[in-house]
């Protein structure tokens, strides 16, 4: 059912205007710290301040909501009730009429009697906060907006409750049982009653586990850990502070199997956690006609056939959404209903039986239907704690049961139901709307997703705003407030699309958090999606969505040589099964939506394999007609997908399956490489973490003729690739941005402005950082000379002369290679004695050192061809290729100790001799590179576990794919 409206602001402006990013606006700060007040509280109204923070988290998570009403009239930290019963049954009666929840496009004429939705119950539940204002003497307003007031409200009502239960005011958080109850229901008789028990018993595994947060304003609060407060207590376990697959299995039996008679008593199904009731929808005709009955279909739904859970909010109440579910002319029910008060779970119809919620028949077949208790409140903009936590175990024990995937492709609100047909497109619903914390609730439910930078186009993303006083995007007619939507625009910065209005209730200029699209192009901050048939955009600093890097993920496009395919908002088969059943067809029954995907767009699918068309044929009540009660099913096949802010359906035959690009450069243990081959360079990467590579690929060149030896240093610093070639004998620089993938041009170092000009040709070149500048280390006329770039100045510093510093003969060192501990830099390389020498920069204390390693590692014999370094901590490990093998030292600089040689060939089983080594550092392992016979291998070295793999083929299909022979290699550690 639909939601109230509400909202947020995030400093951005509507309709056109430029969405420029701004600080949120900084809340009023209270008196004092929460933490202070609930302490003052607890002190002046004699209860135990354990139990007042418990009752608040288990209310609001400690959120003051600034004021704002939840969708059952909560207000501030303590959750206190204040709902004008009169108002939301004015609110109802003026509301639209709901669509046909049934969904098959034919409503009964007994639509035209439907009822209204009936009004809420009043009561002392529903009015708290008057009753806690009138204790403690301070105006109800002070009592919504302030924290103080809303905690002293809230203790001084716990007190009363606490009195009027006839208990003492221990200090003993067990002794407060009742009053918790209480509290909850307004005033009912404490353990006696049913209503409230759930509350408390949460409130009580709160107090067992504690608890920590930092709010949206940024108050951090702590209750701690009390598990003897449950223990002396009569509270039951409902598996707070566990995850969702820890906690209790099931109460009910299931009811997959043959179709129960109307009317027969149904097992409760619903996790032990949860102390569930079961009140049946209305089964039953409407009048003589057995085809005019609500309000749900009789049927027998295993596992298989259910795909979907669908996240509705009423607009009724507990007491009244029963009764509307309970009464057959509202041909509406659902499988569950939530009350917000404390959690509690009521089933209506059993999950082998269809409910008639989502107004989609397609979605109504393969789903189970939760229902949220709220009220059509002016302003409600947020949903109780104990909603999001009692619907979440549900929804977790659902999709274990029935195999319902744990994203948000499956676990969908109402809103994101489409239309079956195009006249009923714009009368579908939009709760639960827009203040839906969708991150929280998947993170209960077990299924959020992990935050990932690596967006690349044609890759998967998650749209994953923080609902958070950081992000509150402008909606019309509501104060400024956490939102769980992105806003779409037709260009960068440009007008919005869609509809293009900021109405809370106008989807179609909004991805919501959870739902996933495909990039369709990336542009500095700003990122568009596929969309409803075209480019949308939103902007993204990274926090807005999550790439979806996972192995395994696709696509979907349609098939070549179509300009576009057709979209269908429901999942109907052919004519043909109808007939071969021998019971009608709807007319229409494959119908298209007034929407196409186009040629080379791509989607997201909510599963890899295509679902058959179906359709349950039921047409009375009892089952009496000719085909009642049976499963249609064709041969025509659809994939749903997420088309734009709802799902929807494409036929499997117009569209091909595609592998979504993912990019490896993003979060975990990575390396990125580069390589001279015959045909010019290189570049690629490997995620150990993923166990994915990023495949070779061609990079700019640098112009002038080709350099079959040109060769690279490589680092990496603040999300850039940093790469240096020389070539020609020519020192070149250029920088790949590894969130878009995108590489600079090259750029000549030896210019006036950069690094500047040479005397003589470059020969060698190497690199490492410090802080934030990068030191370029050449040998340019046998001499050693140094230029660095200071990435945080915008700026080159000159070359430098290391040799005159040092006072180092023309050729005196080669193979030179760099890398630098903290703020000391080494560089390497072979004198001419055939020994390494290692000189030293010590850039805090502004001094060099030079010396032979050989000395204190011992000597290597034979040629050394190569020289490769990375730093580690303190240490650095050096290690040189002679005669094609590799051996090892490592210094700890701060131990001042030299490890000897050790001989790494042998202990990775290297077998062909090597040409060219580069090294670098990963997690807890070294990365070796070598080229042998004109290919790249890798080899990795685990200190955390101490030991070492064989070497590995990167050029092998399965990993970074087929080049040119290579001559040369360079590696970074990320």
Known sequence: MAAAASAAAFGMAAGGATFAVAAPAAPTAPAAGLQAQFAAAAKEFKVPESILLAVSYQQTRWESHQGRPSTTGNYNVMGLTQVDVAAVAAAQAAAQPEVDLRGDGTPSTAREAAPAPAAPVDGPALHTLEA?????????????????????????????????????????????????????????????????????????????????RTTSEGQRLTLA????????????????????????????????????AAGAADP???????????????????????????????????????????????????????????????????????????GHVTQM??????????????????????????????GASWYSEQLYQSSATLTRYLADRFGVPL??????????????????????????????????????????VPADRGYVVGG?????????????????????????????????????????????????????????????????????????????????????ASADNRPGQYVLTPKAGLGSVAVYGRSYPEYGAYAALGVPAPDPNIVALDYTLPAGQQYVPATTTPVPGAFYYNPTINGSAPGDRSWVQGGVT?????????????????????????????????????????????????????????????????????????????????????????????????????????????????????AGPLSSPVTEVTVAATGTRMHVVVVSGGRLLEAAADYSAGRWYPWGDISGVLGLSPGALNRITATANGNVMHINGVGTDGKIYSADADYDRGVWGYGDINGAVGPLNGTITGLSAVAVGSQQHVLALVDGRIKQATADYAAGTWNGWGDVSAVTGQTAPLTRLAVTYTGNSLRLFGVSGGRVYNANGDYALGRWS??????APGAAGPIDPVTTVAVTGI
Request: some cysteine.
């Open 132 to 212: 806690a204002a009138e204790l403690i003497g301070r105006p109800a307003a002070e009592l919504r907006e302030n924290t103080l007031q809303s905690i002293r409200g809230g203790a001084a009502l716990l007190a009363e409750q606490q009195r009027a239960a006839k208990a003492p005011q221990s200090a003993d958080p067990a002794a407060w049982y009742g009053a918790v109850i209480r509290f909850s229901n307004g005033g009912s008789d404490g353990q006696g009653s049913a209503e409230g028990q759930e509350f408390a018993d949460r409130v009580f595994g709160t107090l067992k586990v504690g608890a920590t």
């Open 225 to 260: 850990a009390d598990p003897k407060a449950v223990a002396h207590s009569p509270a039951v376990d409902r598996g707070v502070g566990r995850p969702p697959a820890a906690q209790d299995g099931s109460r009910g039996a299931g009811t997959t199997g043959a179709v129960a």
């Open 268 to 342: 409760i199904e619903c996790p032990a956690a949860l102390g569930c009731d079961f009140k049946p929808a209305a089964y039953a005709q409407n009048n003589a006609d057995v085809s005019n009955f609500g309000n749900y279909s009789i049927a027998a739904r295993g596992g298989a056939d259910i795909d979907y859970i669908v996240i509705h909010d009423t607009e009724g109440g507990y007491t009244g959404s029963l009764a509307t579910f309970q009464n057959p002319k509202s041909l509406a029910s659902a499988h569950y209903l939530l009350r917000s008060s404390d």
């Open 349 to 378: 119809v059993a999950n082998k039986d269809i409910a008639w919620h989502a107004g989609n028949k397609s979605l109504n077949m393969h789903s189970v239907g939760i229902e949220h208790e709220g009220y059509a409140l002016s």
């Open 407 to 448: 994203d948000r492709e499956h676990i969908i609100g109402h809103d994101e139901v489409p239309g079956p047909v195009q006249s009923s497109v714009n009368g579908m619903h939009w709760d639960p709307g827009t203040f839906w914390d969708w991150n929280h609730y998947m993170d209960l439910v077990g299924g959020r």
């Open 460 to 544: 998967r993303i998650t749209i994953n705003p923080p609902f958070s006083n950081a992000y509150r995007p402008p909606i019309n007619n509501v104060a400024s407030q956490p939102a769980n939507f992105v806003y779409l625009h037709a260009s960068p910065a440009g007008p919005l699309i869609g509809n293009a209005t900021l109405n809370a209730s106008d989807w179609s200029d909004k991805a919501v958090a959870g739902s996933s699209y495909v990039v369709a192009e990336i542009q500095g901050q700003w990122t568009a999606i596929w969309y409803n048939g075209r480019k949308a955009w939103f902007w993204n600093d990274g926090s807005m």
């Open 638 to 754: 659809y994939y749903p997908i997420r088309y734009n802010h709802r799902l929807a359906f494409v036929s499997s035959a117009d569209v091909d399956l595609v592998p979504a690009k993912t990019d490896v450069l993003a979060s975990g243990e990575r390396v990125q490489l580069l390589a001279q081959t015959s045909s010019g360079p290189v570049n690629a990467g490997a995620n150990y973490t993923r166990g994915v590579w990023e495949k070779y690929h061609a990079i700019p060149a640098v112009g002038g003729p080709a350099d079959p030896n040109q060769s690279f240093a490589v680092l990496y610093m603040g999300s850039w690739l940093h790469a240096v070639t020389v070539a020609n004998g020519h020192v070149y620089t250029a920088d790949r941005n590894l969130y878009t993938g995108e590489w600079t041009p090259w750029y000549d170092l030896q210019v006036n402005g950069a």
């Open 950 to 955: 064989g070497w590995m083929d990167t050029q």
